[in-house]
């Protein structure tokens, strides 16, 4: 029996675009080419369903603004086409207008249309700068010759064999008659290219099907029926002709949409009268394929820790502050131009946390930086850290980061803290000492104090877990193994551990005074181990307007 399948790792090999669009030219059906003129329309051409895209000279310069008259030079044209090959599978031909000069200007612009994956260069017998040929009568033809060693040039520099370049004869519209057409067309075929675009600008097209039949299938033939739009398609089709280019038309409807909807919302002053007639926003989303950029996004940026927390406190006026707290809470204080909040969230969402969540208490309105969640401790005045930290008891879920609202600290320290091992590890300063001795004196300097199993050793050997023996702001100085940040993480058993811990205080009556050292403190004494990575500097809260100052150069 035979299996029809594909075997694994095979690949059906990729038609280029240049051999695609030379399958339009050659097939035996009628094919079509429509306008686009940047890679939005391209898109759209695509989308509809077309097998390929006409880049009209007409419409890439009218949607930059010109005239076509090579007012635009062909190297911001190749630019725009660079874009609409970007953003379309499907191949292009290109309105190369004469070849932007001589056969050497020609030979350069195929060699670059090919790099581009442009898969087909259409360039008109007439003279630099071009005219468009519905413009006045008698535009003067180029020299056949020279035309035709153009032709011979860009085919000899094309390097995709498949490219095609499509020689256009002006002799009808130029009002030069058929036998002349013909003469040209057959010299170009000749010359070497790959079809003949026979243009006219008659409402009928009694004169490019003469062409066709005096020309036979010398070479594939192509129309252009902007003018003599009122022909039935059939009729070219019984006519053998090879390609149909409607050639400006996209270019001619986004003019009359556009125009509609600008007066319409210049006239009503609002924009409801055309949202509705108009495509989404979700539209251009769809269209510019956001979709592929989420997936890539999955693939290739870090992904943010699944479902960690975080919990900021944020209650407290910072009364040694002073007047700069009379109106904000103290996290609110700006720091060059950011509130310290602000700062201290960008840093968690920036180190993965997928949900903060902002204890709110003093001043609670004027916290409302986008996104955070918040939950309120009303009796902030009255009770402590530990309070608070209950008002957000079901936030304490899976890894949970806990952190006090008026701190800042390098990147890496949150990195470290989730790189730990420990169901409840906390961010300890061994730097603690030279923190004393560049603040200076302060009365109201209070500060978590650590007594740790074991001090902080440049040991690089030396990697066994340190735990928290106590946590206090009144150690013996040499007791002191660091100073805690207000920073630490828990893993989910963690959030539980502390959980079960604040319930336990609301119950024995020692929660509504308590701080977060004390917490800690209860739960190291019942024997659960309280890990921690011991940093040298390279943070700091805001306590006093010395704090303050030393947050603007931490910045
Ligand atoms: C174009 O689309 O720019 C063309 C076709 O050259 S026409 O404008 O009909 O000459
Ligand atoms: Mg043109």
């Not at 059906?12 to 097939?27: D, I, N």
């Not at 050793?457 to 805690?484: F, H, M, Q």
């Amino acid at each position: 029996m035979t299996v029809n399948v594909k075997p694994a790792g095979v690949q059906r090999p990729r038609v280029t675009k240049a051999a695609q669009l030379r399958r339009l030219l050659t097939s035996s059906n009628l094919e079509f080419l429509m306008e686009a003129h940047d890679g939005i329309s391209a898109k759209i051409v695509e989308e509809a369903g077309f097998r390929g895209i006409w880049a009209s000279g007409l419409a890439l310069s009218a949607a930059l603004g010109v005239r076509d008259n090579n007012e635009a030079s062909w190297t911001q044209i190749l630019e725009i086409l660079e874009f609409m090959s970007d953003a379309t599978t499907i191949p292009i031909l290109v309105d190369g207008d004469t070849g932007y000069g001589n056969f050497n200007n020609a030979r350069r612009v195929v060699r670059k249309l090919c790099q581009r994956n442009i898969a087909g260069i259409c360039i008109e017998d007439k003279l630099f700068p071009k005219t468009n040929s519905f413009i006045g009568e008698g535009q003067p033809l180029a020299d056949v010759d020279e035309f035709c060693g153009k032709i011979k040039a860009v085919k000899d520099s094309q390097t995709d064999p498949e490219f095609s370049v499509v020689a256009r004869v002006e002799a009808l519209i130029s009002g030069w008659g058929l036998d002349e057409a013909l003469r040209r067309a057959r010299a170009y075929r000749d010359a070497g290219a790959d079809a003949i675009l026979i243009h006219s600008k008659q409402r009928t097209a009694d004169e490019v099907l003469a062409f066709k039949r005096e020309f036979g299938d010398a070479a594939p033939v192509v129309l252009v029926p902007t003018k003599y739009y009122e022909t039935p398609t059939d009729g070219f089709r019984q006519a053998g002709i090879s390609t149909v280019i409607w050639a400006n038309h996209n270019m001619r409807a986004a003019i009359t949409a556009m125009r509609e909807v600008t007066r319409r919302i210049l006239r009503e002053e609002s924009l409801a009268g055309v949202e509705e007639s108009i495509a989404t926003v979700k539209d251009i989303f769809e269209l510019t394929g956001d979709e592929e950029l989420a997936e890539a996004e999955k693939r290739y940026l870090p992904s943010p820790k699944e479902g960690t927390q975080a919990v900021v406190l944020a209650a407290s006026r910072g009364m040694a502050l002073g007047k700069l707290t009379e109106g904000k809470p103290k996290c609110m204080i700006d720091v060059r131009g950011q509130p310290l909040l602000r700062r201290l969230v960008t840093t968690l969402k920036e180190g993965g946390v997928r949900d903060v969540t902002v204890v709110r208490g003093y001043r609670k309105e004027m916290i409302n930086l986008p996104g955070i969640q918040t939950v309120d401790n009303d009796l902030y005045a009255s009770t402590g850290e530990a309070a608070s930290l209950a008002c957000a008891m079901d936030r304490i879920r899976g890894e949970c980061v806990l952190a006090y609202g008026d701190i800042l600290f390098r990147h890496y320290i949150l990195d470290r803290l989730f790189a730990a091992s420990g169901d409840i590890v906390v961010a300890v300063d061994a730097l603690w000492h030279e923190r004393t001795m560049s603040h200076g004196e302060d009365e109201n300097w209070v500060r978590d104090f650590v007594f740790c199993s074991r001090p902080f050793s440049t040991n690089y050997l030396d990697d066994d877990p340190v735990v928290v023996r106590r946590l206090d702001s009144d150690l013996a100085e040499d007791e002191i193994c660091g100073e805690w940040m207000g920073l630490a993480k828990l893993s989910p058993a963690g959030s539980e551990l502390v959980r079960n811990e604040l319930s336990a205080m609301k119950t024995d009556g020692t929660l509504q005074r308590a701080g977060l050292p004390s917490l800690f403190s209860r739960l190291a004494e019942r024997g659960h181990e309280i890990h921690v990575v011991y940093v040298a500097g390279q943070w700091l809260d805001v306590d006093t307007a010395t704090d303050l100052t030393q947050a603007c150069e931490f910045l």
